[in-house]
């Protein structure tokens, strides 16, 4: 089975400050998909960012881009300008090209202190 | 559009009791999903569908039952509810991307 590992159970950022979340994950495989969810108070999980293994450019989407080490199997997901908004519960997530299971990490909780 | 839907979103049961979450997608997925998150954890898978038809075990199958009524349609089953089972219900489909439904809080006295 695949193995996501984030270790930062827990994180806190100063409002309008950059933090970076880190995320590694173990495969064999060399062309998988790999995302970024948050789950802020409401338990709603949202899609914050996608990666594609096969595109070495780095995905960004507004305040969050990440830093997608292929060789070192690490997925970091770094928030610039943080904002109150940003305080949740952040999962890394890796899915197999051709699988239909996700793989989840066990989370790590961001404050963002005012 | 409304993506992924879930039913109820809050549930009380008593011990023994049965009851069935609803969820459905309207987003022409093949795979369905149904996972649980307890207080402080991640995301633990109970079942899956790979497509229409098909369903298959996940982590933490046991006291659980899926049906795939149609494509849209994914449905998670509790024959004999344990105060084990507290716990919040995530319903989702995929394509290359997963997408979740609002959670049902499930609290089983």
């Known amino acids: 089975a695949q193995t996501v590992t984030q270790s930062q159970p827990e994180m806190s950022v100063q409002e309008a400050e950059t933090v970076t979340l880190s995320c590694t994950y173990d495969t064999s495989e060399s062309d998988y998909y790999l995302f970024w969810y948050k789950q802020p108070p409401s338990r709603q999980m949202i899609l914050v960012i996608r990666?594609?293994?096969?595109?070495?450019q780095n995905a960004t989407e507004n305040r969050f881009s990440v830093n997608f080490q292929k060789a070192a199997k690490s997925f970091s997901l770094k928030i610039s300008d943080s904002q109150l908004g940003d305080a949740a519960m952040y999962f890394c997530a890796y899915r197999r090209f051709t699988g239909n299971q996700f793989y989840f990490g066990t989370g790590t909780s961001l404050t963002v202190i005012p | 559009n409304a993506g992924v839907t879930q039913t109820p979103k809050f549930q009380v049961l008593k011990t023994g009791q049965s009851m069935t979450l609803q969820c459905a997608q309207d987003?022409?997925?093949?795979?369905m999903y149904w996972y649980r998150q307890d207080p402080g954890m991640g995301l633990r898978l109970i079942y899956y569908s790979a497509s229409e038809g098909t369903t298959d075990k996940g982590e933490v199958p046991n006291g659980y039952n899926v049906s795939r009524l149609n494509k849209r349609e994914f449905s998670l089953r509790l024959e004999s509810a344990a105060p084990s089972q507290t716990s919040v219900y995530f319903c989702?489909?995929?394509?290359?991307?997963?997408?979740f439904g609002p959670g049902t809080r499930l609290l089983v006295l």
């Open positions: 990666q594609e293994a096969y595109k070495q």
């Open positions: 989702a489909s995929s394509g290359e991307t997963q997408y």
């Open positions: 987003m022409n997925h093949n795979s």
